[in-house]
């Protein structure tokens, strides 16, 4: 976990951003940025969460990553080499070594295939040949995820949801990947098996020793999950830290409204349920200065006009709020906020 | 005790003994009971399988093709109203209104929000002419929507989706109805947005004694939100009483395993997986529908259904729930019936 001082990050992002250009040539839409330079850097081993509302870019910089999608401006990093021109046989032994688990696995699978055999397509794709045989690697990944080979046989529709997203999940481990990016994988699922993922992914990753992002909406699974956590408002990172100090000490007020909306089986006495106002803006129109200054109790003139940087608030963590540093970071409460 | 809350003024949603089962014969709700009081929230929990919503549509009339009811009945202030139809049935819908899950699905994308509201309020005869579109307005301004003259305007795909479940309970609300039945209202939805939701359906539970049936998965909303629960597990109520009683001390195997599974905000251990899949059953219901993901079940379990015990307001229908947890060695089988006998009795 703690790399030396000269080796780079696996993933790093920098000045990543995602510009849509809405319509055709002549139409008066305006560009949606849907990131907008974005920093951020993962170490080998390490599970960073993103979170952040629907719509705030946060799948978008997930696909652009692993590559998926191409960046309009900055660029991302695998251990130092930037995934931008790169030729293409690189860029496929790459891809390799980066996988996406997706939230909905009915959509993922191949419903006409048996998912032994989905399982390990990777391999040929990748033209890994086990040293065994196709079996054996069905074996041993269904065993790794916890199903029973005798599943192999069958097809997506006969599986449970839980089962499926096993499926999933045992496909993108085919290629023993440095880097997996897990896109809401527990949302679709009942609460008793979603700690069963919960636990799956925490095991497998402590096993193997994989990095990964785990894109959420969900604070509280994401508590569960991750060492670190990045909270995303409208394209931008607005918050950045371990996830036990930032779920605990929230330094951006949006942090703060998100810890306070989750719904609690004990909430401490004068810890009420906190109303943000109004929803979040479209990133068509990004409001001026900091983005999220029309739903901010704390803002003030300088909050409309210039943007925040993320900047260091203490030890491992960052905010971009012009007032965070001044603010003691606190538990969020009511008052702090507009009712 | 039903009688004597109907005298102060108290109106109730009940069913009784509930039993939904599909065509060809598997049943999927077993004998509910639940019953909602109007100005209160009772949260109905249960996982996919669990006839949750199953439960919801039978008590709105609106049971899906090919699900049938054996037996059971659905009460509107102590009146049967199960398999009401043209005008009674119409009446049954002017007092209880539903929002479901998906809001956006649930609006016609050709419509506007005022051509929708309009529809809602003439149907119910509840506004008519022109007084409709003040009645529009007046209903959006009343769920959080001020800029009601924008929205009436827009069509579904203009709206967020905090916005259309707004219009949906404006909509359900135009019946002026004594009961709201909302399935998953806010699990489409982002937290800050189910925050908001959340405290409208409190308001107009305050304000205006809406009794509402709230189904839901999450039981952070249960505590936060509910006076009673009623847990259910494969179409069978596991686990009745005060929501605070039985999230603090859950006497059910099922509801405690429930409660681990959820992760907490600022809990430090990780949440416990329950080990297999609700769809996990025993052949022909022959047992307690938990039994094979119990981690406390005994022989008993799998060959014979518990009985719903009921003590201080509370019951729970398990074979061992009365015998300590933590000391698995003093069970005694044998003595169960007596035990549940025992304490069916109670008052």
Known sequence: ?339 | MAGSERQRGVSLLEARGLTLASRSGEVLVDGVDLTVRSGEILALVGESGSGKSLTALALLGLLPEGIVRLEGQVLLDGVEVTGLSGRHAALRGRCIASIFQDPQASLDPRWTVGRYLGAQFRRHGTAAGRAVAQASAEMLARVGLADSRRILRAYPHELSGGMAQRVMIAGALAADPRFLVADEPTTALDVTTQSQILDLLEELQAESGLGILLITHDLGIVAEMARRVVVLYGGKVMETGAADAVLAAPRHPYTRALLASMPDIEALQPPRPIPGTPGDRLPAASGCPFQPRCGEAIGDCAVRPPVLARHDGRSWACHRTELPPTQPELRRPHQQPIRERALVSLP
């Open chain 1, 1 to 339: 976990m703690s790399p030396s001082l000269e080796a780079p990050p696996l993933v790093q992002a920098l000045g990543l951003s995602r510009i849509y250009s809405a319509g055709g040539w002549f139409s008066a839409a305006p560009p949606v940025a849907a990131v907008g330079k974005v920093d951020l850097a993962v170490e080998r081993g390490e599970m960073l969460a993103i979170v952040g509302e629907s719509g705030c870019g946060k799948s978008t910089l997930g696909r652009l990553l692993l590559g998926l999608e191409p960046a309009s401006a900055g660029e991302v990093r695998f251990e130092g080499r930037s995934l931008q021109g790169l030729p293409a046989r690189e860029q496929r032994a790459l891809r390799a070594r980066m996988q996406l688990v997706f939230q909905n696995p009915m959509a993922a699978l191949d419903p006409r295939l048996p998912v032994g055999a989905q399982v390990v397509e990777p391999l040929t794709i990748h033209r890994m040949p086990e040293a065994g045989s196709d079996r054996l690697a069905v074996e041993q990944l269904f065993a790794a995820v916890g199903l029973s080979a005798e599943l192999a046989g069958r097809f997506p529709h006969q599986l449970s949801g839980g089962q499926r997203q096993r499926v999933v999940i045992a496909r993108a481990l085919a290629t023993e990947p440095d880097f997996v990016v897990f896109d809401e994988p527990v949302s679709a699922l009942d609460v008793s098996v979603q700690a069963q993922i919960i636990a799956l992914i925490r095991g497998l990753q402590r096993e193997r020793g994989f990095a990964g992002i785990f894109i959420s909406h969900d604070l509280r699974v994401v508590r569960h999950i991750a060492d670190r956590v990045a909270v995303m408002y409208l394209g931008r990172i607005v918050e950045e830290g371990p996830v036990a100090s930032v779920l605990a000490t929230p330094a951006h007020p949006y942090t703060q409204a998100l810890v306070a909306s989750v719904p609690r089986l004990k909430r401490a006495a004068g810890q009420a349920r906190l109303r943000l106002e109004g929803d979040p803006p479209s990133a068509s129109t990004i409001p001026t200065g900091c983005a999220f200054h029309p739903r901010c109790a704390a803002a003030q003139t300088i909050c409309r006009s210039e943007r925040p940087a993320l900047s260091a608030t203490a030890p491992e963590r960052s905010s971009a709020c012009h007032f965070s540093a001044t603010r003691e970071p606190a538990a969020p409460s009511l008052e702090s906020m507009r009712l």
